[in-house]
């Protein structure tokens, strides 16, 4: 994938996919935007038509055309002209910045780029406001995205140039990312789950893991700290598709803490204090944050990494599960006849804590 500069402010993006043996006999159109799922299927239908889509090199402009599969597709892709998208007064958290690119530490709440809904107010419109030159590039530098309610780092170029080798380094998975997840459920181990995810076969605005077709997706997953009822998790990506951590997490049985796509049942420990209840039930996003961050630079190809701590909204659920775990073992001591006054380790009680499977470890 490459972009490909135009006039001012325009630009085309190439896009390049190899349909899979199990999509024949389906429309065009519909394995398109299954493939490249940041647009929208009316859009691909237009390139379509517009002649930008080929099949082992042949122009295919009918939409409804039935694929027989493994054909090998190239689809130029007409950007948005950046001049249409207003400048907005919207603070950044720079955390690095040169002549080429920009590092920045994206708040929760925060959409990236203009889409339905949400048509300004985004990360570009503030990339427009604060560095002008910015416009001269496809999609204002952007070439990755954080979900809306996901916080953390993002590379943004400044540059076409920059921009072209970023997007190489993303292609080739040579760019690091990090996050940090609280989890619903007490998780034993890390691992690695690698499931293909596409387009929920039934529920368009979800991603899911597919058996048959979708992307090939990778996560490496490790236990950081556990309590009674949730996990704190580091996963690093091999591929970055679309809600690939929310996704896999969801599909282990571990589905992140407030996400409100892939949530599910919220669990309440035993015996919480009410005030801990209430501030789990408001956790209102998903509990992810993307804390490191490494590349290669695109110009002075040096390695760079970067990182950021947890906003803290996480940090504080993190206090509260843990305040939580103490508490808890506070009301089982009380409960065995011991006081703090007169606890001591010596005598044993510590290891009959940790026994004990209804009591997680520190």
Not at 63 to 80: R, T, Y
Not at 140 to 162: C, F, N, Q, W, Y
Not at 215 to 241: N, Q
Request: aromatic share 8%; proline share 5%; glycine share 8%.
């Amino acid at each position: 994938m490459g972009f490909i500069p135009l006039e001012y402010g325009l630009s085309r993006l190439e896009l390049e996919t190899r349909i899979t043996p199990d999509k024949a006999g389906k429309r065009l159109d519909a394995v398109l935007a299954d493939a490249f799922s940041d647009y929208s299927r009316t859009r691909i239908q237009d390139w379509v038509k517009a002649g930008n889509v080929t099949l082992d090199a042949k122009v295919q402009t009918k939409p409804n055309f039935k694929v027989f599969g493994d054909e090998k597709v190239i689809c130029i892709a007409e950007l948005e002209d950046e001049v249409d998208f207003v400048a907005q007064d919207i603070p950044l958290d720079v955390v690095y910045e040169d002549d080429d690119i920009l590092v920045i530490n994206k708040p929760a709440g925060l959409v990236v780029h203009p889409g339905a809904g949400n048509p300004d107010g985004t990360l570009l419109n503030a990339l427009l406001y604060h560095y002008e030159t910015i416009r001269e590039v496809p999609r204002a530098g952007i070439v990755h995205r954080l979900d809306k309610e996901t916080s953390g780092l993002m590379v943004v170029a400044k540059t076409v140039p920059a921009q072209t080798h970023l997007v190489e380094q993303l292609q080739r998975h040579a760019v690091e990312r990090v996050y940090d997840a609280i989890v619903v459920g007490k998780m034993i181990s890390g691992g690695t789950i690698a499931k293909a995810i596409g387009r929920h076969p039934t529920d368009r605005k979800r991603m899911a893991v597919l058996k048959i077709g979708g992307k090939s997706a990778t996560s490496h997953y490790r236990v950081l700290e556990r309590f009674r009822e949730h996990t704190h998790v580091r996963v690093k990506l091999e591929t970055g598709r679309t809600h690939q951590i929310r996704v896999h997490m969801a599909y282990l049985g571990f589905p992140l803490v407030g996400d409100p796509v892939y949530g599910g049942r919220l669990r309440i420990p035993q015996k919480m204090m009410p005030e801990f209840v209430e501030y789990l039930r408001g956790f209102k996003r998903q509990a992810l944050h993307a804390g490191q961050l490494s590349l290669t630079h695109p110009i002075t190809e040096k390695t760079m990494k970067w990182k950021v701590p947890m906003p803290d909204d996480m940090l504080a659920l993190i206090d509260i599960l843990r305040d939580d775990v103490e508490d808890f073992k506070a009301s089982r001591l009380s409960d065995m006849g011991y006081d703090d006054y007169d606890y001591d380790e010596d005598h044993g009680v510590e290891v009959e804590w940790v026994t004990d499977a209804d009591i997680p470890s520190e």
